[in-house]
């Protein structure tokens, strides 16, 4: 490079530098040291630097355009100041930045130009020169150019295999694996990494030594396979072997390895090394193991589960338990208990396996129940392990119990379902001691788990079994006392239609004579008297028809009797009978029949007669002022709607303005022998028998009773009687049926009010 080159050079480090200096003030990491770097640098640039070996360029351009740089450098200094005083912002400083970069990127220009124009005028004086240069290397280069070639692949070749080198040191220091290289006979170690330190605790230097070394470590069990694998592959000397054994370490730690090793052949194609890599899988062996152990434990306690449910007798799933976990185990004798605390504390023997040579011998039975063994026992749901009864702190007051049968270790755990004990296993070893394993109790721990559930599930099943014998037993005494009350009701039946008939007979026999004496006794005196005797007995009568009829429709033998019914006439005809007992007692009876109700129906004419019957004479009796109403109307529907009405159902609503009844007796008032007070009873007569017959003869009907009441204001009671058949309905009635019923129910009603028969005393019939 020329030395106007270097003026182009430092010219730009000018530019680049300023720009990192401003950059760096933003970023407040401030560096004087470059501020002073270009000082010097334009100061060389102006008046040349040995130092910097920069000439003194004497272009005017060039001067100017440095001597603006200088200007604008003090300016861009004066600004960085400010700027680190706070007394400039950062839009400032930028601002003067960029001005000091378009200055040096001309005086950059500059020197490019100045630099170009000497660069001219050396260039013929480096032609001549470069001519006879090239004349002399050409020369040069042919005798050397064969020289240079080997020399170059040899240096090429030393490189690569230095690098590679390297990179095979860095790779064996860093890798876990042990990676290791024999002669062909395995008996001289050319090489091993480092890693083989770590995981023998050997020095690499004592393998170098001795190759027996490797031989040595060795876990005795695995010696014969490792010898009998390597001298298979050594008299084959083919393919790859695999090895997985055991070492023991320099601190008698034990490692699983796993070996792989092949051969090296030379560019003739025979082998003349072994080379391979002994890896450390003990983390993955040892889990292995855990889970190859795991899945065992999980095998042994599936069958044991299943073993437990096989059965629902509580003997026969003890004794299972007991023998499974006796062989599993290898233990001398396995006891199982059923466990009864809470007022009575109780451990029963059920479930036992015991060796043939040893005898019965139920430990826990001869503790007291305060016993601090036996209670940690009872109160958790972990094993309590004794390998050494003789250390055992809870055991010292009763070793010589254990002693005396020979007992060396013991193993129990309670079993429980929800956290409440059921049960206990007792586990004993004779003769020598036993060392629990962690998975022996893990396995004993889960298997009283799920024996706590089955004792629980069979205690519960023995409870039902009791309960439905029980059950059982009361079902017989039920049937047999059910038999017993059928044959007392058949008895009372049959008693009661004979007394029916018994008191009856008489009773007819009194009101036929009093009717006899009506028409000849004329004194006015005796004819009240005789007129008593009719009304008591009509009422003793009606009375014992009640009674009768109750009890036969309770015993199920009055059966429904359809026949032909005009329904306008039963009305007509409670209307004249009830009629003057209104008048009596001055208050309005008022009957409304529809026009819509069929001319003839098929119902049970006689109880259809007793039950608007009842009601009525109930609405007059309890009633002093005011009215009675009742209304009777057809409800037909949609489905029924066809060229001819074949049923329909009759509603009968009985309303009067009586005393009425209480909430709380409107829930008791349809019970026979029932009435609104004893008060009433008193006033009103009567035993409270007519709503409960009317109600059980509405139900044989199958309709149903609606009951709206208010005390002191009046009583409303519905009734509705379904699906009765037609028997005959005028064609005008059809007629307009055919219209009135595509309207609503409630649509009907308003229609049927409109269209009402007012029965009123019946003065106009």
């Known amino acids: 490079m020329t030395k106007y080159g270097r003026v182009v050079n430092f010219s730009g480090i000018v530019r680049g530098a300023s720009q990192k200096l401003v950059k760096n003030e933003l970023s407040n990491y401030p560096k004087d040291q470059e501020i002073e770097k270009i000082n010097a640098i334009i100061q060389g640039l102006i008046k040349g630097d040995k130092t910097l070996d920069l000439p003194l360029v004497k272009n005017k351009i060039f001067?100017?355009?440095?001597?603006?740089?200088?200007?604008?450098?003090?300016?861009?200094?004066?600004?960085?100041?400010?700027?680190?005083?706070?007394?400039?912002?950062?839009?400032?400083?930028?601002?003067?930045?960029?001005?000091?970069?378009?200055?040096?990127?001309?005086?950059?220009?500059?020197?490019?130009?100045?630099?170009?124009?000497?660069?001219?005028?050396?260039?013929?004086?480096?032609?001549?020169?470069?001519?006879?240069?090239?004349?002399?290397?050409?020369?040069?280069?042919?005798?050397?150019?064969?020289?240079?070639?080997?020399?170059?692949?040899?240096?090429?070749?030393?490189?690569?295999?230095?690098?590679?080198?390297?990179?095979?040191?860095?790779?064996?220091?860093?890798?876990?694996?042990?990676?290791?290289?024999?002669?062909?006979?395995?008996?001289?170690?050319?090489?091993?990494?480092?890693?083989?330190?770590k995981i023998w605790g050997k020095t690499c230097e004592s393998l170098y030594l001795d190759i027996n070394q490797w031989k040595n470590s060795i876990y005795p069990q695995d010696v014969s396979f490792f010898d009998r694998v390597l001298e298979n592959f050594l008299i084959n000397q083919e393919g790859t072997f695999y090895l997985e054994y055991r070492i023991l370490s320099s601190d008698n730690q034990i490692y699983w390895i796993h070996h792989r090793g092949f051969l090296i052949k030379?560019?003739?194609?025979?082998?003349?090394?072994?080379?391979?890599?002994?890896?450390?899988?003990?983390?993955?062996?040892?889990?292995?193991?855990?889970?190859?152990?795991?899945?065992?434990?999980?095998?042994?306690?599936?069958?044991?589960?299943?073993?437990?449910?096989?059965?629902?007798?509580?003997?026969?799933?003890?004794?299972?338990?007991?023998?499974?976990?006796?062989?599993?185990?290898?233990?001398?004798?396995?006891?199982?208990?059923?466990?009864?605390?809470?007022?009575?504390?109780?451990?029963?023997?059920?479930?036992?396996?015991?060796?043939?040579?040893?005898?019965?011998?139920?430990?826990?039975?001869q503790l007291d129940k305060d016993?601090?063994?036996?209670?940690?026992?009872?109160?958790?749901?972990?094993?309590?392990?004794?390998?050494?009864?003789?250390?055992?702190?809870?055991?010292?007051?009763?070793?010589?119990?254990?002693?005396?049968e020979n007992i060396k270790s013991l193993l129990t755990i309670r079993t429980s379902y929800k956290q409440n004990i059921n049960g206990v296993i007792e586990l004993h070893q004779y003769d020598k001691i036993h060392n629990w394993q962690p998975k022996d109790i893990k396995l004993i721990e889960a298997v009283a788990s799920q024996l706590g559930i089955a004792i629980a599930q069979a205690n519960l099943l023995a409870e039902n079994k009791k309960q439905l014998e029980k059950l059982n037993q009361q079902n017989i005494q039920l049937q047999e006392k059910s038999k017993q009350a059928e044959a007392a009701n058949k008895a009372k039946t049959n008693f009661l239609a004979n007394m029916s008939h018994e008191i009856r007979t008489p009773l007819n026999a009194i009101l036929g004579f009093s009717d006899l004496l009506s028409q000849k006794i004329i004194d006015p005196e005796n004819v009240n008297h005789l007129q008593s005797i009719i009304f008591s007995s009509n009422n003793l009568l009606a009375l014992i028809n009640d009674i009768f009829e109750l009890i036969r429709l309770e015993s199920g033998i009055v059966k429904v009797e359809s026949e032909t019914v005009n329904l306008t006439e039963i009305i007509r005809q409670i209307y004249y009978k009830f009629s003057e007992k209104a008048n009596q007692k001055n208050i309005k009876l008022i009957v409304?029949?529809?026009?819509?109700?069929?001319?003839?129906?098929?119902?049970?004419?006689?109880?259809?007669?007793?039950?608007?019957?009842?009601?009525?004479?109930?609405?007059?009796?309890?009633?002093?002022?005011?009215?009675?109403?009742?209304?009777?109307?057809?409800?037909?529907?949609?489905s029924d709607l066809k060229t001819r009405q074949e049923n329909c159902s009759i509603v009968i609503r009985i309303k009067?303005?009586?005393?009425?009844?209480?909430?709380?007796?409107?829930?008791?008032?349809?019970?026979?022998?029932?009435?609104?007070?004893?008060?009433?009873?008193?006033?009103?007569?009567?035993?409270?028998?007519?709503?409960?017959?009317?109600?059980?003869?509405?139900?044989?009907?199958?309709?149903?009773?609606?009951l709206e009441s208010e005390l002191e204001k009046g009583t409303t009671i519905t009734v509705t009687l379904p699906h009765l058949n037609i028997i005959q309905l005028s064609n005008q009635k059809a007629l307009n049926l055919i219209t009135e019923t595509q309207l609503t129910t409630q649509e009907q009603k308003n229609i049927g009010q409109q269209k009402k028969l007012v029965l009123s005393n019946y003065q106009n019939s």
């Open 371 to 404: 016993d601090s063994y036996l209670k940690r026992i009872i109160d958790e749901d972990k094993a309590v392990v004794i390998n050494k009864i003789e250390e055992e702190p809870l055991l010292i007051s009763n070793q010589h119990l254990l002693q005396a």
């Open 656 to 706: 009067d303005t009586g005393i009425g009844i209480s909430q709380e007796k409107q829930k008791i008032i349809f019970d026979r022998f029932t009435q609104v007070s004893q008060e009433t009873n008193r006033e009103y007569e009567g035993i409270g028998l007519g709503l409960t017959l009317t109600q059980k003869m509405i139900q044989l009907l199958e309709g149903n009773l609606k």
């Open 63 to 197: 001067q100017v355009k440095i001597s603006i740089v200088q200007e604008k450098w003090t300016d861009l200094k004066a600004e960085i100041i400010a700027f680190r005083e706070g007394k400039s912002t950062k839009q400032q400083l930028l601002q003067i930045s960029e001005d000091f970069w378009i200055v040096t990127n001309d005086a950059t220009f500059a020197s490019e130009n100045t630099a170009s124009s000497h660069i001219q005028s050396l260039r013929k004086l480096y032609l001549v020169l470069f001519l006879i240069n090239l004349t002399v290397l050409t020369f040069v280069w042919k005798i050397n150019k064969k020289i240079s070639l080997n020399i170059k692949d040899r240096i090429r070749a030393e490189i690569s295999l230095k690098s590679s080198e390297e990179k095979f040191q860095q790779l064996a220091n860093n890798i876990n694996e042990v990676f290791w290289m024999t002669d062909i006979n395995f008996r001289e170690i050319i090489y091993v990494s480092p890693a083989y330190e």
């Open 266 to 365: 030379n560019i003739e194609n025979q082998a003349y090394r072994i080379a391979g890599i002994a890896e450390d899988i003990t983390q993955k062996k040892n889990i292995e193991i855990c889970l190859r152990e795991e899945l065992k434990q999980t095998i042994l306690l599936q069958t044991i589960t299943k073993k437990i449910r096989a059965s629902l007798e509580i003997e026969t799933i003890l004794n299972n338990t007991a023998h499974i976990l006796a062989i599993k185990m290898k233990i001398d004798s396995c006891l199982i208990y059923t466990y009864i605390g809470d007022d009575q504390f109780q451990l029963n023997l059920i479930g036992t396996n015991i060796n043939k040579n040893i005898r019965h011998y139920d430990f826990l039975n």
């Open 592 to 638: 409304n029949l529809n026009k819509n109700i069929p001319d003839i129906l098929e119902f049970d004419k006689l109880k259809l007669y007793q039950i608007i019957n009842n009601l009525l004479s109930n609405a007059i009796k309890f009633t002093k002022l005011g009215s009675v109403k009742v209304d009777v109307w057809a409800n037909y529907f949609q």
